[in-house]
């Protein structure tokens, strides 16, 4: 029986690095070919990165795009017989199509445009581009494959016309961003299109991070009766090939090059569901990190270690992420600072490894006090005095930022961002937010996961009540209801968007729901001053949540 050999090249792109994205695939061309491949299959927009955003709108972008394909056809044709499956960009007479061209042999053997343009949550491709109508199959080697974008797998369109012109599997690239329960979605659109087509189904999907978007990878090649044949790595790049029979049968071939990254994810996602959501979670962050930091050429990393719970799960992050040679860690003790938090802050960075400084800011906040005293006489102390010390921290990070290059990590969390508990130009201030879209109370979850293999994170740091140390014996739960009930009022209110009557009849106190939601309400100018981090949710603050900063709407139970 005939049979097809495809490579399923898992790649991280970088957003506008044009000839480094055509070099991977190149190298990845070059990887198939050697394992006597017929057909390469890479990501949705491999050349660009995705998203491109409004460089799409660049002509002179556009031009390179162009240039920089004309030259990768060229070199491909060392690959003799090799047809290399290439996402791009393309400008045509109907406008700026999403597309995946078929190169061998140094020519185009013919090009797919994307039909279903997904114009929702973190996607605005209907901004940029015009819908493709045509489908688009070849044979090879005996076998007959359709082409498919992404979204248009989710609906049944563009397979079913794939299938009705013979296709007997369908290659189908992605850029598919990562959030929980995202990779069981993928499987289940995925089992239903084969079933609905009787094709089986290679998917190649993006790895790496760009800005607050995480790629998780996960590529797989799935049989026409759903069973999974080949799965490719999480959170990193990998290639792996399958054959592929005349009616659609696969074969997997594991690659050398691939299966230590393979095994390791078998071994990272056997636990119970909790434990995988939260290594997936871990991994995101990491990945966010990293390309974040790499991407935009810093060499390292600062961040201001309370002793609390946040910076430390950020610091562990960071030191998963980029080594502790990267990772710089200030201590900035005031005069409501416990002796603990110094004491919780010096262990975890000796655990740890990293550069540790210890700046003592009680002097500096005083002077601050001691200039504004005139103008304050009459005004008791308030969150004026406990802001003030907080951006004497933001003050400090940014200069030993400048003065070294370092970037500067917010330690500030999803919870925290919501309410607004959190200080304008003093710890929200710097370059990325590592739990910008992580809640409290996941925090928490993830500080314990992360220990269970090396206790990195000293257990009182976990243990003692929450607090930002901005007055005498303060706690966060002074002013707000416990993280549970906060945590779970976000999730109703903000991630699945429920009215303020639902998230009440669901059981949660209607004074918390109706603070909480005001707090939300209030607190958006923050938030468009916060920095970018990585998305984890279906719903993030960012891209996914734009609400009017002036807003008179007000909703009541």
């Known amino acids: 029986m005939a049979a097809a050999r495809v490579g399923i090249a898992q790649i991280n792109a970088c957003v506008g690095d044009l000839k480094g994205n055509a070099s991977k695939v190149l190298e990845a061309a070059r990887a198939a070919y050697d394992a006597g491949a017929q ?26 795009n162009e240039r920089v394909l004309t030259g990768l056809c060229t070199d491909l044709a060392q690959f003799a017989d090799l047809h290399v499956v290439v996402g791009h960009v393309r400008q045509t007479s109907l406008g700026l199509m999403n597309a995946a061209s078929v190169f061998c042999n140094g020519a185009l053997a013919g090009s797919y445009f994307k039909r279903e343009l997904p114009n929702y949550s973190v996607f605005d491709e209907k901004r940029y581009f015009s819908a493709g109508s045509e489908p688009f199959t070849m044979t090879v080697a005996g076998v007959t494959f359709g082409i498919n974008i992404c979204e248009d797998s989710w609906f049944d369109s563009a397979p079913q016309a794939a299938a009705e012109q013979g ?26 299109c084969v079933q609905q087509t009787g094709c089986s189904l290679i998917y190649s999907n993006l790895s790496g991070a760009q800005d607050e978007l995480v790629f998780d990878g ?46 390791q994810a078998v071994q990272h996602t056997g636990p119970a569901q909790d434990a995988t959501v939260e290594w997936q979670v871990w991994e995101a962050l990491k990945v966010g990190l990293t390309d974040y930091v790499n991407k935009n050429g810093f060499k390292s990393i600062i961040l201001g270690l309370s002793g609390g719970i946040d910076s430390a799960v950020v610091m562990a992050v960071a030191v998963d992420a980029l080594g502790a040679d990267r990772v710089h860690a200030v201590m900035m003790p005031s005069r409501y600072t416990a002796d603990i938090s110094q004491i919780d802050a010096r262990d975890m960075a000796k655990r740890l490894g990293v550069h540790y400084e210890e700046i003592e800011i009680a002097g500096l906040a005083s002077a601050y006090d001691a200039a504004l005293s005139p103008l304050f006489v009459g005004r008791a102390l308030d969150a004026t005095e406990e802001n003030i010390q907080a951006r004497v921290r933001g003050m400090l990070l940014m200069a030993l930022s400048n003065k070294f290059g370092h970037i500067v990590l917010t330690t ?90 639902e998230v009440v009849a669901a059981g949660y106190p209607k004074a918390a729901v109706e603070q909480i939601v005001r707090l939300i309400r209030i607190n958006e100018y923050k938030r468009r001053q916060s920095p970018p981090g990585p998305r984890i949710t279906d719903r993030a603050f960012g891209r996914d949540w734009r609400y009017p900063l002036s807003n008179g709407f007000r909703e009541s139970v």
Not at 473 to 501: F, G
Request: glycine share 6%.
């Open 412 to 501: 500030g969390n999803k919870s925290e961002l919501s309410t607004g508990y959190c200080t304008l130009y003093g710890d929200m201030a710097g370059g990325f937010a590592v739990l910008k879209d992580v809640a409290k109370t996941l925090v928490y979850r993830l500080a314990r996961w992360r220990n269970q293999s090396t206790e990195v994170i000293p257990d009182r740091i976990i243990t003692r009540a929450p607090s930002a140390e901005l007055r005498p014996d303060q706690t966060d739960q002074d002013n707000l209801p416990e993280y549970e009930v906060i945590d779970a009022i976000i999730e109703r209110y903000m991630e699945q968007n429920q009215t303020v009557a």
């Open 167 to 192: 296709a007997r599997c369908l290659l189908v690239l992605n850029a598919s961003p990562f959030n929980v329960g995202k990779p069981a979605q993928r499987l289940m659109v995925a089992a239903r």
């Open 39 to 64: 057909i390469l299959l890479t990501p949705e927009m491999v050349l660009t990165g995705y998203p491109p955003e409004d460089l799409l709108l660049r002509p002179a972008f556009i031009e390179e």
């Open 218 to 263: 996960a590529s797989f090649a799935m049989a026409p009766d759903g069973q999974i044949i080949s799965k490719l790595a999480d959170f990193k790049e990998d290639l792996q090939f399958v054959d592929v029979d005349s009616q659609g049968g696969l074969h997997a071939l594991l690659s050398s090059a691939s299966a230590p990254a393979q095994s």
